[in-house]
């Protein structure tokens, strides 16, 4: 069975600063796709940033941009200029055929 | 709004009681997903759908589940007998193609099921 773990329950950052979620996952797959979405409170989850397994650079999305490590099975994400905005549930997830396989979620709570 | 669309947003039963969830996707979108959300865990697979065909079923939905897309439009989700266990958030999804591979799924909102 895949697994993609997030071991931060929750992460503080002060608004303006620079925050980096962690990611990991298990796949004997070659070739993937890997997601992040952001999920607000009382709100749909929606797509952050998305990574093609194959393509070795890293996707960056404005503010938002990953750090993928093929070879170590991470993707993490990386969040300069936390705004108040931000704050929500983020979700690692990792596409497969049927369906995606997400992980149980960081917090992050922005500081003003 | 053209986004996904699911109803009721909150539905609070007793035990033993039957529950169906509806979910509209963006009208052009042929896959149709559903997903179970509990608190503190990240959405865990149910089923899906490409068109009208149900593709795939997770261990997790038990017989008391039966999820339907008639003429490949909208879904419904239906929980027979309902347990505490079911209490959580059932999020529908949408994707044109096979949005996991490769694309992104557009969620709804959530219908949040409680059973007393």
């Known amino acids: 069975a895949q697994t993609v773990t997030q071991s931060q329950p929750e992460m503080s950052v002060q608004e303006a600063e620079t925050v980096t979620l962690s990611c990991t996952y298990d796949?004997?797959?070659?070739?993937?796709?890997l997601f992040w979405y952001k999920q607000p409170p009382s709100r749909q989850m929606i797509l952050v940033i998305r990574q093609e397994a194959y393509k070795q650079q890293n996707a960056t999305e404005n503010r938002f941009s990953v750090n993928f490590q093929k070879a170590a099975k991470s993707f993490s994400l990386k969040i300069s200029d936390s705004q108040l905005g931000d704050a929500a549930m983020y979700f690692c997830a990792k596409g497969g055929a049927d369906g995606l396989t997400f992980g149980k979620g960081t917090h992050l709570i922005i500081q003003p | 709004d053209t986004g996904v669309s699911q109803n009721p947003r909150h539905k609070i039963t007793k035990r033993g009681q039957n529950v169906t969830f509806r979910c509209d996707p963006i009208s052009e979108h042929n896959r149709l997903y559903w997903y179970r959300q509990t608190l503190g865990q990240g959405p865990e697979f149910l089923t899906y759908f490409q068109n009208e065909a149900q593709l795939e079923k997770s261990r997790l939905l038990s017989d008391r589940f039966s999820a339907e897309r008639p003429k490949g439009s909208f879904s419904t989700l239906e929980i027979q007998r309902t347990e505490q266990g079911d209490s959580a958030m059932y999020l529908c999804?949408?994707?044109?193609?096979?949005?996991?591979?490769?694309?992104?799924?557009?969620f709804g909102e959530g219908s949040r099921l409680t059973v007393l």
């Open positions: 796949t004997s797959e070659s070739d993937y796709y």
């Open positions: 999804a949408s994707s044109l193609g096979a949005g996991t591979m490769t694309g992104e799924l557009f």
